[in-house]
Every structure is written in C-alpha cells, then in structure tokens.
C-alpha cells in the first residue's frame, strides 16, 4: 500500500509510484482520450481530417531557469508554454502534452504540486490534457566525475500535441519576394526582465513579469493559420533577429526590417532607460518573448484585417519586407546595419 | 555560415546549430511526414483508421545508465528500446518518435554520432523516423547548490508514437478470472548482466550483452494484439513482480506464478551459480528486461498457438494463472509465498 505524500516530504521520501498517483488524480480524461496515462503508454482517437503537429522541449535547471527567482510554478508554465509556442507558429490547435520530470532529491512535495499548477494553469485555457509522462531522480557528477543520483539539476522535457488541417499548416518556408514581414506583441520585455532578476532576483515589474511568465500565441497562430493570412511564421524563442534569420535560411529569400517600426515592450524601453541600454538591441536580440513573427502576402492583407478584428487586444505590428537578395538587413537612420547574433545553447 | 563540426571536438565547441543539422542530416523522411524535423514542430498525416499510442521515458546517467560499462551507442540503442517495449505493450506499429538530448559541456562529437548510431539502429528495424527534438547543455549543482551550465549527466529522452487499429488495444486492464498468464522470453540476464558489469565493467557473456542491449518485443505485442489473443499486457521494465502486480491492480484480479515455469535466462543461472545467488528471485524481481507478460482466455488458446507460429523463434511460456482473489503470490515446492518487490526509483 503506498502512503500518500505529505506536501513538506521530499519528493524522495515520497516515492515515485505516490508522486505518480498524485500527478495522475489531477489530470482531466478528454473524451478522445482512450486510454489515459497510468499504462504502458496513452491512446487516442486523431482529430479526424487534420494533420498532426508535435514538438519537445527541455527546461534544465540553470540553464533555461534559475530558482532564485523562478518559482517552480513559474517553471511549470514556462515548460509548456515554450512549447505551445511552437505550435502556435505551426498554426496548430494544441491538445495534449507528455511530461518527463528529473526530479533532485532534495525537492519538496510542495514543489512539485506547484510545478504541476504552473503547467496545469497553462494547459486549462486551452483544453490541453496531459497524456504521459513519467518521473525520475536527476543526478550529478562527483569529484571523479561519475554521476550519482540524488543532488542534480531539475530538468522539465514536455512533448506537445496538436494539430491543423491539412492545408493550413504554417512553415518557416512560405515566405516569398515582397511579402510584408509583422510581429505579434512588443519585443525585448522578456530580456529585460530576465537580466533585472538576474541582477536582483527579488525584482519586480512589467519586464520582470513578462520573462516569468510568458504567454504563447496560440490563438493569434490559430487564427493565422485558418484564414491563409500568412506564407511563413515562427516563434521568437530565440530573439527576433535569430527569427529573421531561421525564416530567410527556409524560405531562401531576404529581409529588411525597419528599425523604426519595431515594437519595443514598454517594460524593457523603461529598463533600459534605467541602466543605459538600446531598446533596439534588446528587442532584436533579446529572446524568450514567444511572439509569433510571420510574414503576409500584400494581396492577403484582407485575411490579416480579419485576424486582427477576431484577435482582440494583441498588437500585430509591420517591421519590414521580404526581398529577393538573400541579405537580412536593418535599416536604421544612419543605414543599414547587419542583424546581432541571436541565442545559442553552447556557445 | 556554422562549420561542420570534426568527431574529435567537444559538443560545446561545435555549437548547437551545428550539432542539429548533423543530426538532421541523417534522418529519414517518410511520405506521411508533411514538415520533417527542423521547424518549430513536426507535422504528420495520421494512421488513417487507427488509434495513436503514445509514451516517453528518459534515461539519467548514474540512475539508468553507467557511462563506465554502457557505450554512447548502447544508450542511444537503450534510449528507443525502452519506449518501443512500451508501444509493443499496448500491441502498437511504433512509427515516429521526438528525441531531447541533455548533454554536458565536454561530450565529444564522435559519442554524439555513436549515440545517434544506436538510436537510428534500433529505429531501422521498425521503419520508426525520429521527427523531432532538441538540444541544450547539461547542467550541476556548484558548492552553493546553485546549478551551473557545462558539467552534469547525460538525459536522454524520448517520445515515441505508434498506431493499433481502434479495437485491438492492449492494455494491463483486461486480465480476468481463469485466464493463464504468460511471458515472452527469458528472465533475469539483464539483471544480472548489470551486477556482473557493476562489478567488472570489462565482463563480457551472455547476461551482459543482454543488459547492454535490450530488445523490445514489438513484433510480439503487434501479433497478441492483431489476433486477439491476450486480454492484459504490459511490458517488464521494473521487473516480473512488478509486472504481476500492475496488471493485477488495473484489472482488479489476482494471480498464481508458479516458480517451476517461470522461464530464467541462461545467462541468469550461470551467473547465479558462480557467485551463489538464487536465480528465481532474480527473474522475479530483476528489471530490464523488457519482455512481455500477458494474460490469455483459455478459450483463445487456439489464436495463442497462431501467434506461436508467426513469431518464429521468441519463447512464449506459460506461468501461471489469474484468480479472483486479489492476492498475488509464487507456488513453490515450499508452499505459497509473497512475490518480492520490485524495482522503484527514488526508493
């Protein structure tokens, strides 16, 4: 008989099969959900006539978050939000998601319940169920350098499900000669939030809150996707400049954005203010804002008309034009100047 | 423009871009793959007519894999095998899996390549395409607990995906009363390839090759599950006890093993005679070895014996019998005894 856990034990003396259950109990059991997570692996019905649309990522400890001032809700959003976002610039209705936790020993009961709630917060307004999953100790490398169990990061891999009709889908490859280049949103918020907490991680504010918790555009995606407004779109995980670049590489044209045209977040232009920093730079090169930048035909700009009437309040902004010439350029008062380098893992 | 990366460079001086377009380079693409791996998410045609299986496991270096005895192509092998072994459990075609790839600073490329070798080759057999995933750096706990990019174990995990037609799922809930339970395969080697390999990580024979390079028995869940022949099935990770028990708790039933048939691998039983261990208890509650047990009706004895013979030479072996009363226990010459525990993280 396993015991339930307490929320102040560890999650190491609770024990995998009770943290399991408890997860389990919490999760909603869709209709097209035949078998639900707790077998050797999840059923479901397709949704009929569409394609589907799946992606993974992995927040590690130290890496993607810090715990000094991301609290384990705040991990638990951001896990599934990076990764709804990249359904959302696929144009895809999200639906279920597989959890992967690497748990330190160390970590409360109480965290993981939060970590849980961030991600459950995230996946409500969407319907998204949680499918799979599973759960084990992290580990570390001692002074040989062999890995033990026990003390390590924490690491969260989620796998997200969705899917778009067949002709709908939005590639990072569509783009063409003359097509008009726009953002979702106001760029460079998340940046700056993220280097104010790492100078003080008691900081708090609009930039601040913008890099903690991060919103993922699927609607504006959806929207995107569904009334053919778009030839191209991705999400700016990695900053607006590595977004030129990845969509211009699949698509084998270039761009010129205008430096006057893009939408600086109000947060970072204040915070850059305080400390002396170009919003321009933040906002092109600043990642984690999980906007969507795609580009739009001049003749489907109808389409677009009609997305920004079903799409409410979000900012959809033109920064620029898609030309032949495979150069990624912006044009600035004194010129032209190259794109910044945006994030890289490892470098 | 990202130089290619050379075998003998270190994953962080090859940089992530570079990296994933090695990796990409070298992945089939199928004809219901619509947007191969390389854009925000991956975009498939669906299984038409059938349910979609799907589950994730990660593998954490120190807690499921020793780099001192496991090569980088082992854990690439082990890494696919363990979710494949979950498909063949539901009786699921495996087709398409993601693949999140935790790695420290000083990997070097060639066991990047040689993991990658062992993922793809345990992939080939079953026509399974790896349609995405991701890169990032490792990361560990400095002096303070607080965790630092570059050192850190290797995660490897992984999302597979298959298809079963509507009505041919398997699924640990459908074991009952009078049905004979049976097991593919033989047990114990892999448990007892890891204690020999923990204690010599040079061994080599029968029960190490066996620990080293597990085999799904997918071909095996594919046929129970088209002919119909069993009623509960899951997959050995944690162990025959705690198989037993599983399937006994989803399916609200008992069972009888009976010690004398339970198949142990002959390389169990040499290694249990040269260092005097009991190789029942190793079969029974040994993990890793990833063959199936399944419950079959009597009165499908016939469809049993038809699954037999289009499986060639993989032992299927009767073991016991499922009751009513919801005890689980092991007939041996001694009387009735409880089954042992099985293998659970964090304990």
Same mark, same amino acid.
């Given at each position: 008989?396993?015991?339930?856990?307490?929320?102040? @034990?560890?999650?190491?003396?609770?024990?995998?099969?009770?943290?399991?259950?408890?997860?389990?109990?919490?999760?909603? @059991?869709?209709?097209?959900?035949?078998?639900?997570?707790?077998?050797?692996?999840?059923?479901?019905?397709?949704?009929?006539?569409?394609?589907?649309?799946?992606?993974?990522?992995?927040?590690?400890?130290?890496?993607?978050?810090?715990?000094?001032?991301?609290?384990?809700?705040?991990?638990?959003?951001?896990?599934?939000?990076?990764?709804?976002?990249?359904?959302?610039?696929?144009?895809?209705?999200?639906?279920?998601? %597989?959890?992967?936790?690497?748990?330190?020993?160390?970590?409360?009961?109480?965290?993981?319940?939060?970590?849980?709630?961030?991600?459950?917060?995230?996946?409500?307004?969407?319907?998204?169920?949680?499918?799979?999953?599973?759960?084990?100790?992290?580990?570390?490398?001692?002074?040989?350098?062999?890995?033990?169990? *026990?003390?390590?990061?924490?690491?969260?891999?989620?796998?997200?499900?969705?899917?778009?009709?067949?002709? !709908?889908?939005?590639?990072?490859?569509?783009?063409?000669?003359?097509?008009?280049?726009?953002?979702?949103? +106001?760029?460079? *918020?998340?940046?700056?939030?993220?280097?104010?907490? @790492?100078?003080?991680?008691?900081?708090? *504010?609009?930039?601040?809150?913008?890099?903690?918790?991060?919103?993922?555009?699927?609607?504006?995606?959806?929207?995107?996707?569904?009334?053919?407004? +778009?030839? +191209?779109?991705?999400?700016?995980?990695?900053?607006?400049?590595?977004?030129?670049?990845?969509?211009?590489?699949?698509?084998?044209?270039?761009?010129?954005?205008?430096?006057?045209?893009?939408?600086?977040?109000?947060?970072?232009?204040?915070?850059?203010?305080?400390?002396?920093?170009?919003? %321009?730079?933040?906002?092109?090169?600043?990642?984690?804002?999980?906007?969507? %930048?795609?580009?739009?035909?001049?003749?489907?700009?109808?389409?677009?008309?009609?997305?920004?009437?079903?799409?409410?309040?979000?900012?959809?902004?033109?920064?620029?034009?898609?030309?032949?010439?495979? !150069? @990624?350029?912006?044009?600035?008062?004194?010129?032209?100047?190259?794109?910044?380098?945006?994030?890289?893992?490892?470098?």
């Amino acid at each position: 008989m396993t015991m339930a856990p307490t929320v102040d @034990q560890t999650v190491r003396a609770a024990g995998e099969h009770a943290l399991i259950q408890r997860i389990l109990a919490r999760l909603p @059991q869709p209709g097209w959900l035949v078998v639900p997570a707790g077998d050797d692996a999840a059923v479901t019905r397709p949704v009929p006539r569409e394609h589907e649309v799946v992606t993974t990522d992995t927040l590690v400890e130290g890496v993607h978050f810090d715990r000094r001032f991301s609290s384990a809700a705040d991990i638990g959003h951001r896990a599934l939000t990076v990764n709804l976002s990249d359904l959302a610039a696929m144009g895809a209705r999200p639906r279920s998601a %597989l959890l992967s936790l690497v748990l330190p020993d160390t970590l409360p009961v109480a965290d993981l319940d939060a970590l849980m709630d961030g991600l459950l917060g995230a996946a409500a307004p969407h319907n998204l169920a949680v499918i799979g999953g599973n759960i084990t100790r992290s580990s570390a490398p001692d002074a040989t350098g062999r890995c033990i169990p *026990g003390a390590g990061p924490l690491i969260v891999t989620i796998t997200a499900i969705g899917s778009v009709p067949a002709r !709908r889908v939005l590639t990072r490859a569509g783009a063409r000669p003359g097509d008009e280049v726009y953002v979702t949103g +106001a760029l460079g *918020g998340a940046a700056a939030g993220l280097a104010s907490l @790492q100078e003080n991680p008691a900081a708090t *504010g609009d930039a601040e809150a913008r890099y903690l918790r991060p919103e993922a555009r699927v609607r504006a995606g959806l929207l995107l996707a569904r009334n053919k407004a +778009a030839t +191209a779109c991705m999400d700016l995980s990695d900053g607006l400049a590595d977004g030129v670049r990845q969509i211009c590489d699949a698509s084998g044209v270039g761009m010129l954005i205008d430096s006057s045209l893009v939408p600086v977040d109000s947060g970072a232009a204040a915070w850059c203010g305080r400390v002396n920093r170009d919003p %321009l730079t933040l906002a092109l090169a600043g990642g984690d804002d999980y906007e969507l %930048l795609f580009t739009v035909r001049p003749s489907a700009r109808g389409r677009l008309r009609g997305v920004r009437r079903a799409i409410g309040e979000l900012p959809i902004t033109r920064i620029g034009t898609v030309i032949r010439d495979r !150069r @990624q350029r912006v044009v600035t008062d004194a010129g032209e100047v190259a794109l910044p380098d945006g994030f890289e893992h490892f470098r």
